[in-house]
Structures are given as C-alpha cells and as structure tokens.
C-alpha cells in the first residue's frame, strides 16, 4: 500500500483574498530558504487594505507561504522541528483611539527543510514549474508536512492524516490537490 499525499495551496476560488501591504519581498521571498527565514524577525507587524467582502484565507502564497494562526498548533504537532516567525496584520486605516474595527490576523511563515523527494517520473517544464507532481515513497514515508526540493515552485506537501486535520478544521481557500507516490 502506498501512502498519500496531497499539495497544499492557497485556492485559486478565492475572489478578494487578503492582500499584505507594503512588505519588502527581498525579506519575504517566495522560496524562503533557511538564511532568508533566519533573517525574519520573530514577529513583525504588517497592513492589508480593509475591503468588504475580504476573504481572510487560512494559507497564503504571496509574498511566501503562510498559515493562519488557527493552524499553527496543528502544525507543530504534526511536525516538531518546524520553525515559525509571524506576521500580524492591521488593517490600513487602523486608528489605536478608535480601537480595532476590523479584524487583525495572524499569520505563521512555516520554516522546515527541503526534502529531495522528486521521483524520476515527474514531469517538470524546462522552465522548473511541475506539470506532473509524483515523489518517491521512500523520501517522504513517516512525514506529515514537507516542502519539495529542486523546484522553481514553492511547493508543500501534507501526509492524508494531516489533510484529514486541515480538512476538520474547515479552512478557508486551502486547496488540497492529490500527488502521485511511488516506489
């Protein structure tokens, strides 16, 4: 029997997502690899511009990959060793005299190393983006969250019983996509 695992992503249904404001990209960039996350700050304090209808996702892929506070216990029991520095947003038009009137989340920059997974069938476009994801058993057996090594795309994967928890959970606009696993 084979494990499964599936992609975990910020769904594409999303019409008004969230968008943080004013952050360096040069700090936050897509591939956050390790010398990038040391350099973050523990917590640091961002905006977003208020809009009604807003969606306030629970995983965000720009400027890199984030999870929503709720998910970050989730997380740690799933993986221990992954690390996290956060991101707590405001909204734009904040006042502190007038309180908060709109909401102010947290998000989560998850840190765990690149697992050389890529299984000799997967089909990836000279340009390093996936077309066909498929990893070896092997490289991910007993791992409930990893990130996939040697691609252009920031690309993590989640064990079915960690799907299964983020699924019970009900999150908002977190795609989860089914990726072949092989010997």
């Not at 990836?124 to 990893?146: M, N, P, S």
């Not at 299964?164 to 990726?179: D, Q």
Request: negative net charge; aromatic residues 10%; charged residues 25%.
């Amino acid at each position: 029997m084979t494990d499964e695992y599936f992609r975990l992503f910020q769904s594409h249904i999303v019409s008004n997502s969230i968008a943080i404001e004013n952050l360096d990209r040069e700090h936050y960039p897509y591939k956050m690899d390790r010398a990038a996350f040391t350099r973050l700050e523990d917590l640091v304090v961002a905006y977003y511009q208020p809009d009604m209808g807003l969606e306030i996702c629970d995983m965000l892929q720009s400027p890199c990959f984030m999870i929503a506070d709720r998910f970050r216990d989730l997380f740690s029991l799933l993986e221990p060793e992954l690390q996290f520095k956060g991101i707590q947003l405001y909204p734009l038009d904040f006042d502190a005299a007038e309180g908060v009137k709109s909401p102010v989340p947290l998000y989560w920059i998850p840190h765990i190393e690149s697992t050389e997974c890529l299984h000799s069938t997967a089909k990836i476009y000279d340009t390093g983006i996936v077309e066909e994801l498929v990893v070896k058993q092997g490289a991910v057996r007993g791992k409930h969250i990893l990130k996939v090594a040697g691609l252009v795309e920031e690309i993590w994967l989640v064990s079915l019983a960690a799907a299964e928890s983020i699924l019970r959970r009900r999150p908002l606009a977190a795609g989860l996509e089914r990726v072949k696993v092989k010997e």
